[in-house]
């Protein structure tokens, strides 16, 4: 029951609370919050989802941290997966909408420089990294695998499921996260475990909050070129008062 739960929650309950954030967020009903107040929800809910995943496991006796011994198919398969997602992240920045590049903004960084930015933001994707792995490629692929008898369709239900949880990026961020899920569960088959995932997730998502910053940076330095400020000079001085 606790697993069928579970499913249940991660295949239906998330995709629709984020079909509705990003509903609300289209139609101009809600705003969205500061960037600090962004990180915040994101840390809670990740520490949220963490626990609960972590408890199902347990009470479900999925196994998720077995003995790791890092090689060179961890590193090949980190390092694959990070040119062929960073690669598509450069090729698709510069034609988001507006409004989609802002929640990428505001949910990620706008200067990678600025310690009040990037302190809380590699909180997040340390622990997006740990938390989405384990829920998504880890609790919720095996609990599949094990109710539907096939792993091939478990893991087409976790893509789905893992791209539509991210439907606050847009329906193309969605469709694009759900291919970032299929490269995530290719390096947790390719491995044999979960680290390699979480490592490739945590860098990956880092990395494209300074890229998604630079790109923020150049468009302002070319906004402010295209229209300098206006110089207004100083205003002559009084003539002496009269004697």
Same mark, same amino acid.
């Given at each position: 029951?606790?697993? !069928?739960?579970?499913?249940?929650?991660?295949?239906?309950?998330?995709?629709?609370?984020?079909?509705?954030?990003?509903?609300?967020?289209?139609? +101009?009903?809600? @705003?969205?919050?500061?960037?600090?107040?962004?990180?915040?929800?994101?840390?809670?809910?990740?520490?949220?989802?963490?626990?609960?995943?972590?408890?199902?496991?347990?009470?479900?006796?999925?196994?998720?941290?077995?003995? !790791?011994?890092?090689?060179?198919?961890?590193?090949?398969?980190?390092?694959?997966?990070?040119?062929?997602?960073?690669? %598509?992240?450069?090729?698709?920045?510069?034609?988001?909408?507006?409004?989609?590049?802002?929640?990428?903004?505001?949910?990620?960084?706008?200067? !990678?420089?600025?310690?009040?930015?990037?302190?809380?933001?590699?909180?997040?994707?340390?622990?997006? +990294?740990?938390?989405?792995?384990?829920?998504?490629? +880890?609790?919720?692929?095996?609990?599949? @695998?094990?109710?539907?008898?096939?792993?091939?369709?478990?893991?087409?239900?976790?893509?789905?499921?893992?791209?539509?949880?991210?439907?606050?990026?847009? !329906?193309?961020?969605?469709?694009?996260?759900?291919?970032?899920?299929?490269?995530?569960?290719?390096?947790?088959?390719?491995?044999?475990?979960?680290?390699?995932?979480?490592?490739?997730?945590?860098?990956?998502?880092?990395?494209?909050?300074?890229?998604?910053?630079?790109?923020?940076?150049?468009?302002? %330095?070319?906004?402010?070129?295209?229209?300098?400020?206006?110089?207004?000079?100083?205003?002559?001085?009084?003539?002496?008062? %009269?004697?």
């Amino acid at each position: 029951m606790v697993g !069928w739960l579970y499913i249940a929650a991660m295949v239906f309950l998330l995709p629709a609370l984020a079909a509705r954030s990003a509903h609300a967020l289209d139609s +101009g009903k809600v @705003t969205l919050p500061a960037r600090s107040a962004v990180h915040l929800n994101t840390l809670v809910t990740l520490a949220v989802l963490l626990g609960v995943s972590l408890t199902v496991a347990r009470l479900e006796g999925v196994a998720l941290f077995p003995p !790791w011994s890092p090689g060179l198919v961890d590193a090949a398969a980190v390092a694959a997966f990070l040119l062929v997602t960073l690669a %598509a992240l450069k090729a698709r920045i510069g034609r988001l909408d507006r409004s989609v590049r802002r929640r990428l903004e505001r949910v990620s960084m706008n200067n !990678w420089r600025d310690p009040r930015q990037l302190a809380p933001y590699t909180l997040v994707c340390v622990l997006a +990294g740990v938390a989405e792995e384990v829920a998504y490629r +880890g609790v919720l692929t095996e609990l599949l @695998t094990r109710f539907t008898g096939s792993q091939m369709v478990a893991v087409t239900v976790a893509c789905v499921a893992f791209g539509a949880a991210h439907a606050v990026q847009g !329906w193309r961020g969605a469709a694009l996260a759900g291919l970032f899920a299929a490269l995530f569960h290719a390096v947790v088959l390719v491995t044999g475990n979960l680290y390699a995932a979480m490592i490739a997730h945590t860098t990956y998502d880092l990395l494209a909050g300074v890229v998604i910053a630079e790109h923020a940076r150049r468009r302002r %330095a070319e906004a402010l070129t295209a229209n300098p400020p206006h110089f207004h000079p100083p205003p002559p001085p009084a003539p002496p008062a %009269a004697p």
